[in-house]
């Protein structure tokens, strides 16, 4: 399969191409966000309804990890 | 000015799927748009690691390599007024307009609260799947599926393929209720084929009835639950629970456009005619939005308002074929009815909107959806209500309500797009 290298805060990772950016956070084993009052939250509905997987992707906040498919040179970085 | 579609079609499940192959068929130039990346829908989601299943990526195939087709993937509507949509994908912001609109926004997954579902680790049961044909890791993972009905042996079954250890499936309904409901099969013999291939692809993996999740506990994430079942409460170690109690219908965009609704249970689902026409000229809606019915509900229906939308004949025995479909449905609503001991399960802290931590203690004394997200918050989050407001209209609570655009949260740059709506109009005709 071939791989794609995307950045998850800061660290380097290799992931086959076409997984969601939720399924590399999840293989980083990296959180995903804080919840208003300070919860570890992680992605809860898998398809775009919940919003609890969001992080910021290339300099965009509040992205759904679940929704988008890793791209090469891709910078995540969440709210661990 | 705007593009303009003979039809546009929202949603690239098996119904949207259908009603494009339909349209296109008749000739029409047809938009066709999924919020996901890839077509399908939920229940024919490509696989990362595996693709489509097979029927489906012989229609989808054909369906987007068609000359009068744009698909549009990664596309949400953000807002819709009569004969236009105005569109969000990842880069930018446009207005469609169109002939007719056939809407097939599918389901989303009925997720309700409990102590403990908040922590990562507890998803729901096609939430689990979704995820995994995403390339999310299971291998090796221990995973448990509870809720009710066949999604969660589907479920189940995408998790062991995927490489996780099921430790077990805990079905709440009991036992006399699933075994009246499988002597039912034979009258859908695809149901009953498709419900063989799982047992045998889930020989060996316990399946309980009975059976109700309590709560999930963990420090950070999740690692043990709580079953209450035939033989008392049991405590099972596990790194994955995925809950699934049933679906509730997507209208949020229907709703916008004025198509009329009817409840069934405490959810609104799109009223259609047997054209699937709903009460708004040229606009159609297919599957599940039009109750909860399942695949080939979705698919047959999908043709059907493809055929309608674009003028050609719908024949007496794709409507018979469909009504048929629509039958499995009920049954599966008569056998698989919610035990009330599960609407019972969140105490006082436990939180009930996840966006705003809203606890359900705070929620006392509300009965209306508005005054309580006026005084608490709930329901003011990213996800817009459609988990809480869901789970609070399931719970018997309060009905959801305060629906207006942006349909799902929107960049700055689109809602810009929204506000001059009626100017670009307005040149337009």
Redesign the interface.
């Known amino acids: 399969m071939t791989q794609v290298r995307i950045h998850i805060d800061g660290q380097a990772l290799d992931v086959p191409a076409g997984i969601s950016v939720a399924a590399a956070i999840a293989q980083a084993q990296r959180p995903f966000r804080r919840s208003v009052s300070g919860q570890a939250r992680a992605p809860f509905c898998g398809m775009g309804v919940c919003f609890e997987c969001r992080v910021q992707i290339d300099g965009v906040a509040q992205q759904r990890a679940c929704m988008l498919p890793v791209r090469e040179g891709m910078q995540v970085v969440t709210d661990g | 000015m705007a593009e303009r579609y003979d039809i546009v079609i929202v949603g690239a499940g098996p119904a949207g799927l259908t009603a494009a192959e339909a349209a296109l068929a008749q000739g029409a130039r047809v938009a066709w748009l999924d919020?996901?990346?890839a077509a399908g829908g939920?229940v024919w989601r490509k696989d990362?690691q595996y693709g489509w299943p097979r029927r489906a990526q012989r229609v989808i195939a054909s369906v987007s390599n068609h000359p009068r087709l744009t698909w549009m993937p990664?596309t949400q509507v953000i807002a819709a007024e009569p004969n236009s949509l105005l569109l969000q994908n990842?880069r930018e912001a446009r207005r469609i307009r169109y002939g007719a609109l056939i809407l097939g926004t599918g389901a989303?997954?009925l997720?309700l609260p409990m102590p403990g579902w908040?922590l990562?680790?507890?998803?729901?049961a096609?939430?689990?799947?979704?995820?995994a044909k995403?390339?999310?890791?299971l291998a090796g993972r221990r995973v448990v599926i509870a809720g009710s009905g066949p999604l969660l042996l589907a479920a189940a079954a995408t998790a062991k393929r995927h490489g996780a250890r099921v430790l077990g499936i805990y079905e709440q309904a009991a036992e006399t209720a699933v075994h009246a409901f499988a002597r039912q099969l034979w009258h859908w013999p695809g149901k009953a084929a498709q419900a063989a291939l799982l047992r045998s692809q889930l020989a060996g993996i316990p399946y309980q009835y009975g059976s109700i999740v309590t709560r999930a506990l963990g420090e950070?994430?999740l690692e043990r639950i709580e079953v209450d079942g035939p033989h008392g409460v049991q405590r099972i170690e596990c790194d994955h629970l995925a809950l699934g109690y049933g679906l509730v219908p997507n209208v949020e965009l229907a709703q916008m456009l004025g198509c009329a609704i009817r409840l069934e249970g405490a959810h609104p689902c799109i009223e259609v005619n047997a054209a699937q026409g709903t009460s708004v000229p040229n606009i159609y809606a297919a599957g599940e939005m039009c109750g909860i019915g399942g695949r080939d509900c979705a698919w047959l229906e999908g043709r059907i308002a493809g055929l309608a939308a674009s003028g050609g004949a719908v024949d007496a025995a794709l409507q018979r074929q469909q009504r048929h479909a629509r039958r499995f449905a009920t049954l599966l609503r008569d056998h698989f009815k919610l035990d009330p001991y599960i609407y019972d399960l969140a105490d006082a802290d436990t939180l009930i909107c996840?966006?705003?931590?809203v606890p359900l203690r705070a929620l006392a004394g509300y009965d209306d959806a508005r005054s309580a997200k006026l005084a608490t918050r709930c329901g003011m989050?990213?996800?817009q209500g459609?988990?809480c407001g869901t789970a609070l209209a399931e719970l018997g609570l309060f009905a959801r309500s305060g629906l207006r655009p942006p349909l799902f949260?929107a960049r700055l740059a689109t809602l810009g797009e929204l506000a001059s709506s009626s100017d670009t109009e307005g040149s337009n005709s």
């Open positions: 919020a996901q990346a939920q990362v990664q990842t989303r997954e997720l908040t990562p680790g507890v998803t729901g096609g939430a689990l799947q979704a995820l995403q390339g999310w890791p950070h994430a996840r966006c705003e931590d989050g990213a996800c459609r988990v949260p």
